[in-house]
């Protein structure tokens, strides 16, 4: 009987260990892929967020010089840009891009609106409604590209104004 035990005992060891060691391969593959798959998205993510400081500068100068018509349409065409990349987009970025769209919309509607106005007292009050649409706007690209150093955790580039040298009294 003793030799029955003894055979019992090393299956049932062999049974354990054949687990054990399926566990443990199951367990670092288990790993290794969230390991990939966190590498994988970090360098969609960063690529992303250059593409997004790209995107944002180039509005930027859009912006500063074309009509809010030819606004809306460079934000058109980026569209695609924008919602394949969305998932590896700063938050906040993502609602900033859309904002700027909105207000763009707004800026033309309120183009459109002065265009078609006669009273020359109404018109002021659209042009400062205009002014103030298209400050937030760029108010709204630089949060935008604040988010973006935040989510790749950099400081902005700042530029240091010179100081005015005294004079040689010689």
Same mark, same amino acid.
């Given at each position: ?17 054949? =687990?054990?060691?399926? %566990? /443990? *391969? ?7 892929? !969230? ?58 970025? =993502?609602?900033?891009? %859309? /904002? *700027? ?7 033309? !509607? ?61």
């Amino acid at each position: 009987m003793p030799t029955i035990y003894m055979l019992i005992g090393m299956l049932i060891g062999a049974l354990l260990v054949t =687990a054990g060691g399926f %566990l /443990a *391969i199951w367990y670092q593959a288990k790993n290794v892929r !969230r390991v990939r798959r966190e590498e994988i998205m970090a360098q969609k993510q960063i690529q992303a967020n250059a593409q997004a400081f790209n995107h944002i500068t180039d509005l930027t100068s859009v912006m500063g010089q074309n009509t809010p018509e030819q606004v809306l349409n460079w934000i058109g065409q980026n569209q695609k840009w924008f919602l394949d990349t969305r998932l590896f987009l700063p938050r906040n970025f =993502a609602e900033k891009w %859309l /904002a *700027i769209g909105k207000y763009c919309q707004r800026l033309v !509607r309120l183009n459109t609106k002065l265009k078609e106005m006669t009273d020359e007292m109404r018109k002021g009050g659209i042009i400062d409604e205009m002014r103030e649409c298209e400050s937030y706007c760029t108010s709204l690209a630089d949060e935008a590209l604040d988010e973006i150093y935040r989510d790749m955790n950099i400081a902005p580039i700042a530029t240091q104004e010179p100081q005015d040298q005294p004079e040689d009294q010689t």
